[in-house]
C-alpha cells in the first residue's frame, strides 16, 4: 500500500487544483535499505527505520499509516498526541475497541483524519451513491456483497512476515472478516445506511500452518471464509460473503442492491462499468443497462482522459487524497474519517461475536 499511497501523493496535485502542495519528507520502514530504496523511487526526501522518529519530526504535519494492522492503533495515538493529521489502512483497529481509543485520540487532538477505504472513490460507486440519494431506486429491499479470492488454498502457504501477516491472528486481528468483508460493510453502510444486526458463520479451512517467523508449525487463528446476513436501519436485508478460497476468483468485489424502482450492481474486475435497471423505462425497452463510466459528467472523470478511456485502481486512492486535501481547504472532513472506520470495526466484531455464539447478535456502535 505504501506505492499506492506514494503514486496518490504524487498525481493528486498533477490532475486536480489542490489547495495545497504534498511534500514528500520522509519514509519509514524496518530495514534502512529497503527504506533508501523506495525512497528514491517514489521521491522522498529522507528516511527512517523507527515510525517514533517520524512522529517526533517538527517538518512533518500528516502521518500515513501502511503498515499491517498490529501496528496502525500504537502509531495513529502517538501521531495524533504529536499533532499531526493521520491517515490509516483499513481495517482502522483489528477490534473496535482498538478503533475506538484511535477516534478517541484523533478527536481530542482536533485533527483531520481518514481511513483508505478507497473503493468509495470509484466513480461507478460514487454514481450509484448519487443515483440512490436522488431516490431513483424508491424503498430498498435487498443488498449483497461479496469479496472472494483464492491465494490461501494450499495448505503449505506459511503464516507471519510480510504478506503473510494476514494469516497470522496476532496480527491482523481476523482473517477476512477484518480483511475482505471490512471493504463490503464500509461500502454497505456508505451506500445504505447503518447495520443493525448480523448472524454470520466462519471458518478456518486449514487449521495449522507453519509460522514464518517461529519456524513451528502453528494452530491458524484467522477465519478462511466469513458469511453473514443482516438488517440495515432502513429495513432492507443483505448477505455478505467473503473467503480466500474461491478457485479462480483473485478479487471479485461485487455489490448488488434492489429497490422498488431500480436495481445496480458493480464488480471490482470490471469496475469501470455500473450494471443499472430503471422500472421507468418504458417497457419494451427496459432492461439492465451497462454504463461505461468514462463521461466527463461521471464523478472525478473530467480530471482524466477523453471519454470512452477508462480508469483503474490506483486513481481511487488519488481521487481520495485529493478529497482530503481539498477538505483541508473547506474544513468539512474528507470521509471516511477515523469514526466512519470505527463503524466498520463495530460490523466485524459483531460478525465474528455471532459466527462464535451462533446467534443474532446486535452492532453497538458506542
Ligand atoms: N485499501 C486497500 O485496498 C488495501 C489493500 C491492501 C492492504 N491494505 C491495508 O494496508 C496495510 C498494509 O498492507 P500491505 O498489503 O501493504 O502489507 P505488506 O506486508 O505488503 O506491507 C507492509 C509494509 O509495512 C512495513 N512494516 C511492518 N511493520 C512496520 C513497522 N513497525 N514500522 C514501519 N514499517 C513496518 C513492512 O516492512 C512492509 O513494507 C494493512 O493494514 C492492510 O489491511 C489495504
Avoid at 495448505?155 to 503473510?164: E, I, M, R, V
Avoid at 481476523?174 to 445506511?193: F, K, P, R, Y
Wanted: a negative charge; proline letters at 4%.
Amino acid at each position: 500500500m505504501g506505492r499506492t499511497h506514494s503514486n496518490a501523493f504524487l498525481q493528486a496535485p498533477r490532475f486536480f487544483q489542490l489547495p495545497y502542495q504534498p511534500v514528500l519528507r520522509a519514509v519509514c520502514t524496518r530495514n534502512g535499505q529497503t527504506a533508501a530504496q523506495f525512497a528514491g523511487n517514489w521521491g522522498y526526501e529522507s528516511t527512517e527505520t523507527d515510525w517514533r522518529k517520524l512522529v517526533e519530526r517538527d517538518d512533518i504535519d500528516l502521518i500515513d499509516i501502511a503498515s499491517p494492522n498490529d501496528t496502525h492503533a500504537e502509531i495513529a495515538k502517538a501521531a495524533a498526541q504529536a499533532g499531526k493529521m493521520v491517515l490509516c489502512e483499513k481495517p482502522l483497529g483489528r477490534t473496535a475497541a482498538e478503533a475506538r481509543d484511535m477516534v478517541k485520540a484523533v478527536e481530542s487532538a482536533g485533527k483531520p483524519n481518514m481511513v483508505w477505504y478507497n473503493y468509495r472513490r470509484v466513480p461507478a460507486l460514487v454514481l450509484l451513491r448519487l443515483l440512490l440519494n436522488e431516490g431513483r431506486f424508491g424503498r430498498i429491499f435487498h443488498y449483497r456483497s461479496q469479496f472472494l479470492q483464492d491465494w490461501t488454498i494450499s495448505q503449505d502457504l506459511p503464516q507471519g512476515g510480510t504478506a503473510l501477516w494476514r494469516l497470522d491472528v496476532k496480527v491482523a486481528g481476523s482473517g477476512v472478516t477484518g480483511d475482505l468483508l471490512a471493504h463490503n460493510i464500509d461500502m454497505a453502510q456508505w451506500l445504505n445506511g447503518p447495520i443493525l444486526e448480523v448472524s454470520a458463520m466462519t471458518e478456518t479451512f486449514i487449521k495449522e500452518r507453519k509460522h514464518n517467523l517461529t519456524g513451528k508449525v502453528e494452530p491458524v487463528g484467522i477465519d478462511d471464509a466469513s458469511l453473514f446476513m443482516c438488517r440495515f436501519q432502513n429495513g432492507s436485508l443483505a448477505c455478505f460473503e467473503a473467503t480466500r478460497y474461491a478457485r479462480g476468483h483473485k478479487a471479485l468485489f461485487t455489490v448488488e442492491i434492489n429497490g422498488e424502482e431500480a436495481s445496480a450492481s458493480w464488480d471490482l474486475h470490471d469496475l469501470h462499468r455500473l450494471s443499472y435497471f430503471d422500472h421507468h423505462d418504458e417497457g419494451r425497452l427496459r432492461g439492465w443497462r451497462s454504463i461505461h463510466i468514462t463521461d466527463s459528467d461521471h464523478p472525478y472523470m473530467k480530471n482524466w482522459w477523453v471519454p470512452g478511456l477508462q480508469i483503474g485502481y490506483e486513481h481511487t486512492f488519488i481521487h481520495q487524497f485529493a478529497d482530503f486535501v481539498r477538505s483541508l481547504e473547506s474544513g468539512q472532513a474528507a470521509s471516511p474519517t477515523f469514526r466512519d472506520g470505527l463503524a466498520t470495526d463495530c460490523v466485524t466484531d459483531a460478525v465474528l461475536r455471532s459466527a462464535k455464539n451462533r446467534q443474532w447478535e446486535k452492532v453497538s456502535v458506542d
